[in-house]
């Protein structure tokens, strides 16, 4: 077990919580009571079927189901031990803080270059020429320098899914989020940019703590620290990956993990 701070800086070891969140649009609840902590520097991978309410916890994480209509929630989560939902928290300092990576790559119709530095300017991290050095220093970060280094004024949209991806995992990590969520960031790649970026992930903890919503068992087994498995809405089980791949303690867990439905 990790000790309640983190020894290097005094820091909370959860880098994220949620206690007692009820999430619901309209009248009908999705989650209910969700007590986690995400501990800083892990991966935690979210399992299971469509529709049993994964994306729709990874998203309230950074406050994106806020405007949803219809949307509600109740009890709380917290960055660094205050909530996300406590009065004078800036939503884009927010979202600066805990980035996010969509099942579809999303780059702007703006060139390469612009795109990895997009949010930097919008933060006032960086301009002028420091922007092309973010840009190059981020790109090398995920391995797409040698490719579009030739091209930076181009748009990205020619570019392959998987480097599309990338792009888009660039452009988030340049406003130096703490945590990063993740919504099947690989579902629609081939299986080799599959690999490439799963193992881009695995390089960027502990600096950042992962939360993945991933259908690909065998990339949440190899991924991550700690497994959540929703099931209709309800967190079934969570805990050490290990265990919940080879010692689930629910008759449903093992069900889904064993690969007899879902
Ligand atoms: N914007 C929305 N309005 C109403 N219901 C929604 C909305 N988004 C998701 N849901 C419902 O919430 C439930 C969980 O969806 P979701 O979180 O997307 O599941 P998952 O990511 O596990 O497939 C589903 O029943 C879905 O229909
Ligand atoms: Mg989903």
Known sequence: MLDALDPDRGRPANVMETLNLCLSFGSKPILSSIDMQFTRGTVTALIGPTGSGKSTFLRSLNRMNDKVSGFRREGDATLEGRSIWAPGIDLLDLRRRVGMLFQRPNPFPMSIRDNVVAGVRAHRIAKGKQLDVVAEQRLREVGLWDAVKDRLNDSPFRLSGGQQQLLCLARALAV???????????????????????????????????????????????????????????????????????????????????????
């Open 176 to 262: 130096g989020p703490d945590v990063l969520l993740l919504d099947e960031p690989t579902s629609s790649l081939d299986p080799i940019s599959t690999e490439y970026v799963e193992a881009m992930l695995a390089e960027l903890v502990p600096a950042l703590t992962l939360i993945v919503v991933t259908h690909n068992l065998g990339q949440a087994r190899r991924v991550s620290h700690q497994t959540m498995f929703f099931y209709e809405g309800r967190l079934v089980e969570r805990g050490p990956t290990d265990d919940l791949f080879e010692r689930p303690k629910e008759a449903q867990t093992e069900r889904y993990v064993t690969g007899r439905f879902g």
